[in-house]
């Protein structure tokens, strides 16, 4: 008899997966009442109730059993009455379960399914924070951004409100996480208000209003570092080349820069304009793997360019330099060595045998 009940429970679980594929558990055919209290979508944490109710033609059940996620329950489960049974969860913190019940009718026919629920508990949003907008250059939309604070785990949408300081037109932009906005949607001035809001079923947030003049919040088109020059001069140095498309006349740019082995970065800071390409000079240490990075704003504004990507380069190796001084000093230890030498056979009494060679 073990063993026909557990083949049934394969049925029925696959029964259920399927059914569930294809549209939910609440398009279950069922032969019963499943409910949830408080909710089936609820705050994680919370103590729960499922209660299942039978009402199968012919049946009076002689035992009701609750699955979750396919698998059979086996404790915290009450009988109410005949046909009625309560499964409790203390503490439920499973994003998303499936739960259904089943009826045990006969030995010959262990369990009927009664009915089927899916179940979700999740936090209600937090109050969005961080809102900012900014304008790639050439890229034609406003893209703002949002922090939405700790996951919800459930199905959460955001609104983004644009309202127009000098008409006082408002529109909304419905989304599930940042927005892109055209800027040909733009039209009603530069000056906006800018709000985020936040909603699921178990609550709602709005953000603090956010101030944008769009002249003000363009980025800059990517900088790019192109390649490296090494420059053997008295003093070794790197030149970096780099380059923007940017049309921003005034522009302000770092630099950082650091040897591979090193946590610190070092900064650079300049102002420039694009009409020609860039050029840095380092003086770096010899014989050393640099990774470089740049970035740029227009000046006096407020946002940056993301960090390019990382350029690395070795520096070379010190090749050394013969100098006069050197050269005498090597000379003149050279004339000392066979000076020794003959001494030393001049008052062993042996002969020398002298040979010179062009």
Known sequence: MNQVTIHWDVVIALYIFFSWCH???????????????????????????????????????????????????RFHITRINKTTARLWYNNFV????????????????????????DISSGYPPDVPDKVACVIYEY???????????????????????????????????????????????????KKYLVWVQASNVLGMEKSKQLQIHLDDIVIPSASIISRAEDINTTVSKTVIHWDSQTS??????????????????????????????????????????????????????????P??????????????????KSFQHDTQNSGLLIASIFKKHLTSGKKILLRFVE
């Open 23 to 73: 549209g939910g558990i609440t398009n279950i055919n069922c032969s019963g009442h499943i409910w949830v209290e408080p909710a089936t979508i609820f705050k994680m944490g919370m103590n729960i109730s499922i209660y299942c109710q039978a009402a199968i033609k012919n049946c009076q059940p002689s035992k009701l059993y609750f699955y979750k996620n396919g698998i059979k329950e």
């Open 94 to 117: 499973e994003p998303q379960a499936f739960v259904y019940c089943t009826a045990e009718c006969s030995r010959y026919f262990p369990e009927t399914l009664i009915c089927g629920k």
């Open 139 to 189: 890229s034609g939309n406003m893209t703002c951004t949002w922090n939405p604070g700790r996951p919800t785990y459930i199905d959460t949408k955001y609104v983004v409100y644009v309202k127009s300081l000098e008409t006082e037109e408002e529109q909304e932009y419905l989304t599930s996480s940042y927005i892109n906005i055209s800027t040909d949607s733009l039209q009603k001035g």
């Open 248 to 305: 921003i006349e005034k522009v302000s740019c770092e630099m950082r820069y650091k040897d591979t082995t090193n946590q610190t970065w070092n900064v650079k800071e300049f102002d420039t304009n694009f009409t020609y390409e860039q050029q840095s000079e380092f003086y770096l240490q010899p014989n050393a793997m640099y990774v470089f990075q740049v970035r740029c704003q227009e000046t006096g504004k407020k946002y940056w360019q």
């Open 307 to 324: 960090w390019s990507s990382p350029f690395f380069h070795k520096t070379p190796e010190i090749v050394p330099q013969v100098t006069m």
